[in-house]
């Protein structure tokens, strides 16, 4: 018996695609990023007091006597010299602003109140000349360091508001710009 041939289907037609529209691509493409923000913290849910406590390092704190953290050791070799200050790669320094988000406490470079203070002290000054104590006090400490063979490790301090603080700088900043 012969096989049985099945009819041939009709192959189907094809349709010729449709031109897509660009133009919702292209808005797609040229738009600008939206950008979200976590959300700020409400900086009337704090007084006056707390919120001048929170505008300024943990290092500015009233019981404290130094802006940073130092420990003394013993100096090590590094690439054949001697190290004798070890500033830590986190250790910078504070963004003071005020409420209005401006930048407060500047010079050149940034002094802490706390390290003003002390050079206050010990030059019994009022106003002294900053700069030149400073740059007098950093050249004294590197050639102690050397004498006494010593080692000083720099860190920041911190202390349980340090995430508050970080929070009340971003809603005063951010303020400051929408006020713009």
Request: glycine share 4%; net charge positive; charged share 35%.
């Amino acid at each position: 018996m012969a096989p049985k041939k099945t009819p041939a289907k009709k192959a189907a037609a094809r349709k010729t695609p449709a031109r897509k529209n660009l133009a919702t691509a292209a808005k797609v493409v040229h738009a600008k990023p939206e950008r979200t923000y976590a959300p700020l913290v409400d900086l009337g849910k704090f007084s006056r007091k707390q919120l001048a406590e929170l505008m300024v390092a943990a290092g500015d704190a009233p019981e404290r006597k130094t802006y940073f953290d130092f420990q003394e050791e013993r100096p090590y070799v590094r690439d054949g010299q001697k190290v004798h200050l070890e500033v830590s790669r986190d250790s910078q320094m504070f963004d003071y602003r005020d409420e209005n988000g401006g930048r407060v406490e500047r010079t050149m470079v940034t002094l802490p109140p706390k390290l003003r203070e002390q050079i206050q002290e010990v030059t019994g000054e009022e106003q002294p000349i900053v700069t030149t104590a400073i740059i007098a006090l950093a050249s004294w400490a590197c050639q102690e360091l050397k004498k006494t063979k010593r080692r000083l490790v720099v860190t920041t301090a911190t202390d349980d508001l340090d995430p508050v603080r970080k929070q009340v700088r971003k809603a005063i900043v951010g303020r400051s710009r929408k006020q713009r």
